[in-house]
């Protein structure tokens, strides 16, 4: 009772400090991008210590729920990851109906922007690996955007980035997102089964239904949903599309009260669970390369150097050279307080690609053996290190730059 007497000088617990500093740390911007970078390097480093085969145990171990019975690594990548899609889904959605997506004066910019950033590093990946047909199914690899890890390069910048560019490369990074997702649904897709597929329209149906009784609360959703991630995972089509299926048809406004948003609750009551568990765990599964299997052919293959080409080059030249145009042409403005420069710097931080482009490259090569998986998480790796450094770096710079030069040729520029 004493701890609860105002003015006393009891010294806090030592437990309520950690638990102080956790809710502290968690509430950083770059929290998200700094545990995604811890799980990825603990995975190597567990891989390549003496307890490598308590870490590839753990992955292969199968799990059961329910009827399905799947090792551990693809419980994550199906199942956790369909978590994250929703999550997905849920942003997408908010943006376009109410955020920097709604309207097409806001949207023209980083769609254009996206697009870019699409289309480079695909084309730098095509022509290194033309006329191989297996590796040119990892052209959607370095097209991919990990938005956690950018926002978090970005972050570690502070004040001297503005918000502008923040909520640009967020509205680029979620477009992307969208992208990937038709990537994944069009190019990425088994032989199908169309009796799973009904079921998966039934239940769509059924989702539809509740958003038209106005229904707001999750559990039916959550119910009808695992149904329907069970037939898709069935169908052919890649299980964590089901997440963006429910996230579009969960109600944004509340029938009863207008004033309240079901998506948006939902959305910041999951963001932590996907940014310090969903990802990190995900990170931690994928991101294993035993060094002593690593040759000098796996690290310039075709495969690795053009992911890796495609997420240092393809994004920083598509995103760069598409905004540019499409200022100049005057379609579109820069959003206030954002420089070239700083255009530059954010075009090279969305190279980071890790979480998404190891999700792509694990639906293009995960059936044809580890070896092509060490190949693309080399690539991947390689890539995305590589994007976030420089860019981070050449932000940093042209921000002391822009310190130096006076208020009023900067006004002029």
């Not at 480093?45 to 199968?62: E, Q």
């Not at 959305?267 to 991101?287: D, R």
């Not at 959003?335 to 090279?348: E, I, Q």
């Amino acid at each position: 009772m004493e701890n609860c007497v105002p003015g006393s000088n009891t010294k806090p617990k030592p437990s309520s400090k950690v638990v102080r500093y956790i809710s502290s740390f968690m509430q950083m911007e770059a929290a998200g991008g700094i545990v995604l970078f811890f799980a990825a390097v603990l995975a190597l480093v567990l891989d390549n210590s003496g307890m490598a085969y308590l870490y590839n145990d753990f992955l292969t171990v199968k799990l059961t729920i329910i009827t399905l019975t799947k090792p551990i690594i693809l419980w994550i990548n199906d199942g956790l990851m369909a978590i994250f899609f929703f999550l997905v889904g849920l942003e997408i959605k908010r943006e376009v109906l109410e955020g920097e997506l709604n309207t097409a004066s806001k949207a023209v910019l980083p769609v254009i922007a996206a697009a870019g950033g699409i289309i480079g590093p695909a084309l730098f990946y095509y022509f290194i690996n033309q006329g191989d047909a297996t590796a040119i199914r990892g052209w959607a690899i370095p097209t991919a955007t990990d938005i956690a890890f950018a926002l978090g390069v970005l972050s570690l910048l502070g004040s001297r980035i503005p918000l502008a560019l923040k909520v640009f490369l967020t509205a680029l990074a979620i477009i992307d997102d969208l992208a990937a997702i038709v990537i994944i649904a069009i190019f990425y897709t088994a032989e199908l089964s169309w009796i799973s597929l009904s079921i998966a329209a039934i239940c769509l149906i059924i989702l539809l239904f509740f958003n038209r009784l106005g229904v707001s609360a999750f559990t039916p959703y959550a119910i009808v949903g695992a149904i329907l991630w069970v037939c898709v995972l069935k169908s052919g089509v890649h299980a964590t599309l089901a997440g963006v299926v429910v996230a579009l048809v969960y109600p944004t406004r509340s029938t009863k009260n207008p004033e309240y948003s079901p998506s948006r609750r939902l959305e910041k009551v999951l963001h932590p669970w996907v940014a310090f568990v969903v990802l990190p765990l995900f990170a931690f599964a994928n991101s294993g390369i035993p060094f002593d299997t690593i040759t000098w052919k796996m690290l310039f293959s075709s495969i690795s150097l053009g992911i890796a080409f495609g997420l240092f080059f393809g994004k920083q030249l598509g995103i760069y050279l598409s905004t540019y145009i499409v200022v100049k042409l005057k379609i579109a403005r820069l959003p206030d307080d954002v420089t070239w420069a700083k255009v530059y710097g954010m075009s090279l931080i969305c190279g980071v690609g890790f979480t998404m482009s190891l999700f792509i490259g694990g639906l293009a090569f995960g059936e044809m053996g580890l070896k092509y998986n060490d190949i693309v998480r080399i690539g991947v790796l390689m890539g995305s290190f590589v994007s976030g450094l420089v860019g981070f770096i050449f932000l940093r710079l042209s921000c002391r730059q822009a310190k130096e030069i006076p208020a009023t040729l900067q006004s002029e520029n």
